[in-house]
């Protein structure tokens, strides 16, 4: 997809200028947070499993190499193929060169965040093959030509309303009697419509929430049931997921998963769990003919060791969007790339690189929900600042920027020369105050100015106060 | 008698660029407070600021410049005590990240153990359980990230408040979210930081009370700046202001009757 993180400023004007955006957001302010606080209370171990689920993690990823390979073996052995692919234009020829082989013209697809990062649906089409999305939201956003805004919630931009206007734009046997005000409705309305597609399916693509090295498996969890039939109906399944989705065993996974809905939906479980292992066996009533799974890792292997390494614990589980004031403001599309949010803020960087997206570790105010709501403890404002620091000794960011920071640094680090300017410059703004003892506007302070008043300083600063009131008791002292 | 042989705590207050520049009636406050609590203050004259604007800039050699600063002028306290807590949790929690591994680290742990913020050393440190203030009004309370998050300052200055007397608390709907001002950001992302202080602002309308505080004067101006644009008719103090009794002066901004 096309990258328009360097446009995040006109990105999120243009957001915060679309009132069917603002709507569609108020419902993440009031939905997601409520639901998980209310699953985080009912379980009072809830801390202590994040602790535990960062563990996993972090073993895991400590010996990513071995568990890999461990991982492979058991997919070889259960029948199934593992393809090793190295960027995204790998992967997508990898997974074309199956399609092929299958002789697919339809593909059906569960939920997949990684065919999203290697843009699989675009190539699909110009390689004549028909992707079809079969998670609702996703199913949206494919009629509407737009990408997810969110990891968990690809169409949570939209409104009910906008929903059912796609649905009468594309469905052209709908009668106009028939009610779609509904999320229900339109659900079933998508499924009747999807019914077919997974029949004529040749191959099923889906993500995988985990890869278990024990077992070979992957794992999916979904609400709607679509990632069962995407990949049990069509002969060939492939599973697309990133190296860093292997944990060590199904014990492991289940540990997680008692963080993963609840953190995302405030569910205790999502809807469907579903493991896979390899193709149909003889006994099977029912799977593919052919198993295949392609494992991307398009940059993560080189966050290893580094100080984004923790951020390859993230689970997506969208906690940290669904808590973000800034993701509340704008909405996912703005940050211009695949990952929103602040493990968007955080990943991308490392993905397409902080060049193309260095707006995204700045538009944080710091505030901390993000890392507090994790349950995979990622220090993500930390790890933000740490692309900050990149930026600025690469010279990254905006010159104004930089002197204006350089200039002020100067006297912050002589303190004789702060107190001294300040105290010829504070007195003169606050007369400058006036009665009304604000600015509406002031040179230089138009990013303050342009939507609120400045106060203007009291007085005096604190520190010339205090020296002139010491001195006054020292002298009635002698 | 026993009072008096006892040594009382040393604390330097670190009084933050923002209050030293544009609201001393805190730093007056603050000194107020802490002696109310039975410590002896002093102000340091070689402080500047905590360094954050640098440090969230990713400008760490300045940061580290200023840091050093802090701690050489700061070190020789009992405690360190800011009225911030997102100073208090610069000087707190990430000046010795700043130096781990480095000769200074020892001696940044050292520093940082003796800081907190004004309210919760008031309370969780000098054990204060009250305050002799008078406040004839209703305010509403907002809950600045870095405390909150880094420090844990949630019940310490309602406490406090709730023994002002006359005063009436309103809690504001989402207390806890981010006012948008963020530092640095509020200047560099002036209109996402706008939209959030907007939300912000619908709910302090909403508490319906007379003043808002907050412990934090970066999110007290961008609030104060949001409201007085407005029109809005609300009084905006740093709460250390009602707590000292020194809350007759113009609030910030001036706004409000």
């Known amino acids: 997809m096309q990258i328009t993180s360097p446009a995040f400023k006109a990105n999120a004007r243009g957001a915060l200028a679309d009132p069917h955006l603002q709507e569609a957001l108020g419902h993440v302010r009031s939905g997601f947070i409520d639901k998980r606080q209310k699953a985080v209370d ?212 289940s540990q997680i998963l008692r963080v993963l809905a609840r953190s995302a939906t405030g569910q205790d479980m999502s809807v469907y769990t579903t493991v896979s292992t390899g193709p149909r066996r003889p006994e099977d009533p029912d799977g593919p003919e052919e198993y295949h799974v392609v494992l991307l890792d398009n940059g993560r292997s080189s966050m290893l060791g580094t100080e984004f390494q923790d951020m390859l614990r993230c689970i997506r589980c969208g906690a940290c969007m669904n808590h973000c004031p800034v993701y509340h403001a704008v909405g996912g599309h703005a940050y211009g790339w695949v990952y929103p949010g602040p493990m968007g803020a955080v990943l991308t960087p490392s993905l397409i690189g902080v060049d193309k997206s260095g707006h995204l570790p700045n538009a944080s105010t710091f505030c901390g929900r993000c890392e507090a709501v994790c349950p995979m403890h990622i220090p993500l404002p930390k790890m933000m600042r740490h692309w900050r620091e990149r930026e600025f000794a690469r010279g990254l960011n905006p010159a104004t920027q930089r002197y204006g920071l350089k200039a002020w640094a100067f006297f912050a680090r002589r303190p004789r020369l702060y107190r001294l300017a300040a105290s010829f410059a504070i007195p003169a703004l606050s007369a400058f105050g006036g009665a009304q003892r604000r600015f509406r506007y002031l040179p230089f302070a138009g990013g303050w100015t342009k939507h609120r008043d400045l106060p203007a300083p009291e007085s005096r600063t604190f520190l010339q106060q205090w020296r002139n009131r010491e001195a006054d008791k020292q002298e009635a002292r002698t | 008698m026993r009072q008096e042989t006892l040594k009382r705590p040393r604390v330097g207050l670190f009084v933050t660029c923002l209050v030293d520049l544009f609201r001393p009636t805190v730093g007056f406050a603050s000194v107020k407070l802490l002696e109310e609590a039975g410590c002896e203050v002093e102000v340091p004259m070689a402080q500047t600021c905590c360094g954050q604007p640098a440090y969230n800039s990713g400008d760490r050699d300045d940061t580290i410049a200023i840091a050093r600063n802090t701690i050489e002028t700061f070190e020789e306290f009992d405690y360190i005590v800011a009225p911030s807590g997102s100073c208090a949790g610069m000087l707190k929690k990430h000046y010795p990240a700043l130096f781990k591994g480095g000769a200074w680290e020892e001696r940044a742990a050292a520093f940082s153990a003796k800081v907190h913020e004004l309210m919760s050393f008031l309370v969780d440190v000098m054990g204060m359980e009250a305050v002799s203030a008078a406040h004839e009004g209703s305010v509403t309370y907002h809950d600045s990230c870095s405390g909150l998050r880094e420090l844990n300052i949630r019940e310490q200055p309602r406490r406090l408040l709730g023994s002002v007397s006359g005063l009436k608390l309103k809690e504001l709907k989402d207390a806890d979210v981010c006012c948008g001002f963020g530092g640095t950001f509020c200047v560099k992302y002036p209109d996402i930081s706008n939209k959030i202080v907007e939300e912000k602002a619908v709910n302090i309308k909403a508490s319906g009370a007379e003043t808002l505080l907050a412990g934090d004067l970066g999110c007290l101006m961008n609030m104060a700046g949001k409201l007085q644009r407005q029109g809005a008719d609300i009084k905006v103090r740093h709460v250390a202001e009602v707590l000292a009794g020194m809350d007759d002066g113009p609030a910030i901004g001036g706004g409000g009757r």
């Open chain 1, 42 to 253: 009912a379980l009072p171990e809830f801390d202590a499993l994040r602790d535990s689920a960062r563990a996993i993690k972090d073993h895991t990823l400590a010996h990513l190499d071995l568990y890999l390979e461990a991982y492979e073996e058991k997919v070889k052995a259960a029948g199934g193929r593992v393809h090793w692919a190295e960027t995204a234009e790998d992967a997508r020829s990898l997974i074309l060169d199956i399609c092929r082989a299958a002789g697919a013209r339809t593909v059906t697809k569960g939920k997949s965040m990684i065919t999203e990062e290697i843009g699989l649906n675009e190539f699909f089409e110009k390689e004549g093959i028909r992707p079809v999305e079969t998670d609702l939201g996703e199913y949206i956003i494919q009629l509407r030509g737009e990408h997810p805004s969110h990891i968990i919630a690809p169409a949570v931009h939209l409104t009910k309303n906008q929903v059912e206007a796609d649905f009468r734009r594309a469905h052209h046997h709908l009668p106009p009697t028939r009610d779609l005000s509904e999320p229900a409705s339109l659900l079933s309305e998508a499924r009747e419509v999807l019914r077919a597609e997974y029949f004529a399916a040749d191959v099923g693509i889906t993500g995988a929430n985990f890869l278990v090295a024990e077992t070979g498996s992957s794992v999916i969890v979904t609400n709607e049931g679509n990632g069962d039939l995407t990949q049990i109906l069509p002969r060939v399944h492939i599973v697309v997921a990133s190296i860093e989705k292997i944990v060590p065993t199904l014990a492991d996974t």
